[in-house]
């Protein structure tokens, strides 16, 4: 089945202990990217990767770390995770940037 | 600035009934507008994607409209069902030589009540 996996899919940590949150995808898509959905902010784009070694900041990239080593994964990394970033995390991935995105399940962390 | 508004913000209709979600973007130079649709707490699936050429996609009851001179677009929702109950959310794809932009709307949350 073609999917966009993420995890975990729940997370409760502290501030300052570091985390990473993985995401994998079966489509041989190209482009991958990371946001995060806040109430009454909606989706905003942490960072992005159009191929494997490219990454790009995206509209809220600050405390966020991410690679892209192989074309299937791409992790969120967070050095030291802080209150401001607890939020719903969503991992994407299309063929290309123009094309829909496929998007995986979502990862609810808290940082407390 | 690039933007992308969404109206309204939120919308409550008996089942059965017909609704129209509005998209309003300022986007430069326009590539493609994408509705998603998202159910509470999972992620958002895509409805349809349209080109600057194209005026009217259907996907099932979901029929959205591309305005490309106005800026505008719509997604009209057919005979409601309690499962049309979610979040829809308007994307515009912005691309130049330096790359693709995704704009996202804050979306609308539609309930739809029996």
């Given at each position: 089945e073609a999917q966009v996996t993420q995890n975990p899919r729940y997370l409760i940590t502290v501030t300052g202990k570091k985390l990473t949150v993985t995401c994998s995808q079966n489509m041989n898509h190209e482009y991958m990217s990371w946001y995060r959905q806040d109430p009454?902010?909606?989706?905003?784009?942490?960072?992005?990767?159009?191929?494997?070694?490219?990454?790009?900041?995206?509209?809220?990239?600050?405390?966020?770390?991410?690679?892209?080593?192989?074309?299937?994964?791409?992790?969120?990394?967070?050095?030291?995770?802080?209150?401001?970033?607890?939020?719903l995390y969503?991992?994407?991935?299309?063929?290309?940037?123009?094309?829909?995105?496929?998007?995986?399940p979502g990862t609810r962390l808290t940082v407390l | 600035k690039n933007q992308v508004e969404q109206s309204p913000q939120s919308l409550i209709i008996l089942e059965g009934k017909n609704c129209t979600l509005q998209c309003n973007y300022t986007v430069?130079?326009?590539s493609n507008l994408r509705w998603y649709k998202q159910d509470t707490g999972r992620g958002p699936v895509s409805l349809t994607i349209m080109t600057f050429s194209e005026n009217t996609k259907s996907n099932g009851r979901?029929?959205?409209?591309?305005?490309?001179?106005?800026?505008?677009?719509?997604?009209?929702?057919?005979?409601?069902?309690?499962?049309?109950?979610?979040?829809?959310?308007?994307?515009?794809?912005?691309?130049?030589?330096?790359?693709?932009?995704?704009?996202?709307?804050?979306?609308?949350?539609?309930s739809v009540s029996s």
């Open positions: 009454g902010l909606g989706l905003r784009q942490i960072y992005y990767s159009m191929n494997v070694e490219v990454t790009d900041k995206g509209d809220v990239p600050e405390g966020y770390k991410v690679s892209r080593k192989e074309k299937r994964n791409f992790p969120l990394i967070l050095e030291s995770p802080s209150p401001n970033q607890t939020s969503f991992c994407a991935s299309s063929p290309w940037a123009q094309n829909e995105q496929f998007f995986g | 430069s130079p326009f979901y029929t959205a409209t591309l305005d490309a001179d106005t800026k505008q677009s719509s997604l009209h929702i057919t005979a409601s069902q309690l499962s049309d109950s979610a979040s829809y959310i308007c994307v515009v794809s912005a691309a130049n030589q330096a790359g693709t932009a995704l704009i996202f709307g804050k979306g609308t949350t539609l």
